[in-house]
């Protein structure tokens, strides 16, 4: 099983909509959470962190449920620009001090005008 | 202030060359991590860095061998490249602030490998 899980998509959702991206983790001892958005042939930025209580930041809305280690990410008025690869990320517990993050492999969204 | 740099963004090599892809930040951050990312696999670790003069191995170490001579760089070599290295190569470095996990990634490495 793979350590984070995504579906891949893609999610083609017209200009407006709400579109939402669920993520799985396996390793229950996790303790920090993301979300990576990586535009086509670039590089992944962060998008938002993840906290337990959730947390918003202007359209985008992230959940953390620990209980069912279940992440997501909710996208109000979808724009054009929102188009790229949304990756999970997780820092797992055993990666110590050396800070290591695991990354799912992303969800494609495409926004349609 | 260039961020995370990569050197080159393209390379094609044949079978059994050698090459080495250095990154260089100029963020004083300590740690450091080459990454490859493969259609359908995600990004995944190869070797990381968590300061001057260390060096360790991740997920995928097998076929590379990095070092880390000064803090500002990380040098990811191949020794003799396969084409089941054909992939993209993303540096990435973060800092030892408590608070932050973030990681800031380079412009990537295409590299082929015929």
């Known amino acids: 099983r793979k350590e984070v899980e995504q579906d891949p998509g893609p999610f083609n959702v017209p200009e407006g909509a709400t579109v939402a991206f669920n993520c799985t983790y396996s390793?229950?001892?996790?303790?920090?959470f993301f979300w990576y958005r990586q535009d086509c042939r670039k590089e992944p930025k962060l998008l938002m962190s993840?906290?337990?209580s959730g947390n918003e930041d202007g359209r985008f809305t992230a959940q953390l449920n620990r209980a069912s280690q279940y992440i997501s990410l909710l996208i109000r008025d979808s724009k054009l620009s929102d188009s790229a690869t949304y990756l999970c990320?997780?820092?797992?517990?055993?990666?110590?001090?050396?800070?290591?993050?695991?990354f799912g492999s992303g969800t494609q969204l495409t926004v349609l005008p | 202030n260039a961020g995370v740099t990569q050197t080159p963004k393209f390379r094609v090599l044949k079978t059994g060359q050698s090459m080495t892809l250095l990154c260089a930040q100029d963020?004083?951050?300590?740690?450091m991590y080459w990454y490859r990312q493969d259609p359908g696999m995600g990004l995944r670790l190869i070797h990381y860095?968590?300061?001057?003069?260390?060096?360790a191995k991740g997920e995928v170490p097998d076929g590379y061998n990095v070092s880390r001579l000064k803090k500002q760089n990380f040098l990811l070599g191949l020794e003799s490249a396969a084409p089941s290295q054909t992939s993209v190569y993303f540096c990435?470095?973060?800092?030892?602030?408590?608070?932050?996990?973030?990681?800031?990634f380079g412009p990537g490495t295409r590299l082929t490998v015929t």
């Open positions: 390793n229950s001892a996790s303790q920090s």
């Open positions: 860095s968590v300061g001057e003069g260390t060096t």
């Open positions: 990320v997780v820092n797992p517990i055993s990666s110590g001090s050396a800070r290591q993050l695991t």
């Open positions: 963020m004083n951050h300590e740690y």
């Open positions: 993840v906290y337990s």
């Open positions: 990435a470095t973060s800092s030892n602030d408590r608070a932050t996990y973030e990681q800031y």
